[in-house]
């Protein structure tokens, strides 16, 4: 039997301790050659787009010769204002690469040695990176449609006597929401958030490309799909797949995404439910490559971010 490509030599690429054993030097470098590839790690100015600069070498920034506009290697991207040292960052990247199934927050502020509210902020400013790289991507030919409900856990009372149908609407805590995943066959996973697993039509109609060929279930809000794609419907009290036709790849994403939420975060609020998902999308769409290469791809996405607005500042206007 063939060995899995995650149990190989060949899908470590990277290490821990080979971060650290470089030094902050290396880890700067390797930052500079991904934030300007073109230029092979020259700087360019963000503002002008000029590639003549002076190197301000005592504190890490750069002064274009055109505008006399400074920056620094991070400047105008999603890392911007960091405190953290380049090595620092370089490790939580490749730690959170690693992390198959998502990684809480506490356990990336013990590894990497920072408060729970520095690595709470820093890996949601990755979470909001890697999302980009679907931002204006649209399915085509064979496309999988499902939704899964998470959160608004409602905690039953002690005595039996006091405990209330949790089903009924007026016991709800109104925090449950339904994650949809559109998943093309050979493809990339879109997610979405929404209060109603039928809003995943209009959504369909919007990023799935006309004449592609979309799976569905059986429930009935799925019927209005047939006015704008050929739709093949699987019963799940039949089987789950017959002749080809099955949501399991969407399956297989909801999968990753639970064994995340409950093994990991536990608890995940229903505004920032939209990161996690997009985040566990990603690791399902790279799964099949190498821990060297998700830390570079998550190092150039968050090079290209521009300044999170929702994440600079959290704490700041969110005091705890």
Not at 30 to 58: M, N
Not at 116 to 124: G, S
Not at 185 to 194: E, M
Request: overall charge positive.
């Amino acid at each position: 039997m063939a060995q899995h490509f995650l149990l190989s030599a060949a899908s470590r690429t990277l290490k821990l301790k080979d971060i650290y054993r470089a030094g902050e030097d290396a880890a700067y470098l390797k930052f500079r050659a991904l934030r300007w590839p073109e230029t092979d790690g020259a700087a360019v100015c963000p503002r002008c787009g000029c590639a003549e600069t002076y190197d301000l070498s005592t504190r890490r920034k750069f002064k274009c010769k055109a505008c006399y506009h400074q920056f620094s290697v991070t400047s105008g991207t999603i890392f911007a204002s960091r405190k953290l040292a380049f090595v620092d960052m370089l490790a939580a990247i490749c730690i959170i690469a690693n992390a198959s199934k998502g990684l809480s927050a506490v356990q990336l502020s013990r590894d990497v040695g920072v408060q729970y509210k520095t690595a709470f902020v820093l890996a949601h400013k990755i979470r909001e990176a890697l999302a980009r790289e679907t931002a204006e991507t649209k399915l085509d030919r064979e496309v999988e449609i499902d939704g899964a409900y998470f959160g608004g856990h409602i905690r039953p009372a002690n005595l039996e006597a006091k405990r209330v149908d949790r089903r009924l609407s007026e016991h709800q805590t109104g925090k449950r929401r339904v994650v949809i995943a559109l998943r093309q066959r050979k493809g990339r996973t879109l997610t979405f958030v929404r209060k109603s697993e039928a809003d995943g039509v209009s959504i369909a109609r919007d990023r799935i490309a006309p004449g592609a060929f979309v799976h569905a279930d059986e429930a009935s809000h799925w019927d209005n799909l047939d006015a704008f794609f050929p739709v093949a419907r699987i019963n799940h009290s039949e089987g789950y797949s017959i002749n080809g036709v099955c949501t399991n790849q969407a399956e297989s994403y909801f999968s990753r995404l639970r064994r995340m939420v409950a093994g990991q975060h536990h608890h995940v609020s229903p505004q920032y439910l939209h990161q996690y998902a997009a985040h566990a999308a990603w690791l399902e769409d790279h799964r099949r490559e190498t821990n060297g290469a998700l830390a570079g791809r998550i190092v150039r996405n968050a090079m290209a971010a521009p300044v999170s607005r929702q994440w600079k500042g959290y704490w700041q206007r969110h005091p705890r």
